[in-house]
């Protein structure tokens, strides 16, 4: 089972989309975000390192030193 990642919600909070995870969700599924090229509407969509997530014409490539393994 891999363990090595971050969810979609977690992350667009590091980098600052939004100060709150309620408004991180509500910007996740207005279908405002996509993850490797596709629209991504979960907010526990797990992302691994070198991950490519875009939101509002700015990418965001998921760093391996975000993702915590168990």
């Given at each position: 089972?891999?363990n090595?990642?971050?969810?979609?919600?977690?992350?667009?909070?590091?980098?600052?989309?939004?100060?709150?995870g309620?408004?991180?969700?509500?910007i996740?599924?207005?279908?405002?975000?996509?993850?490797?090229?596709v629209?991504?509407?979960?907010?526990?969509?797990?992302?691994?390192?070198?991950?490519?997530?875009?939101?509002?014409?700015?990418?965001?490539?998921?760093?391996?030193?975000?993702?915590r393994?168990?």
């Open positions: 089972m891999d090595n990642y971050i969810e979609l919600n977690t992350f667009l909070k590091i980098q600052g989309i939004a100060p709150t309620g408004q991180v969700k509500v996740i599924r207005s279908e405002a975000v996509s993850v490797n090229g629209v991504e509407t979960r907010n526990k969509r797990k992302l691994h390192a070198g991950d490519k997530v875009k939101y509002n014409g700015k990418e965001y490539i998921v760093d391996a030193a975000l993702i393994g168990d």
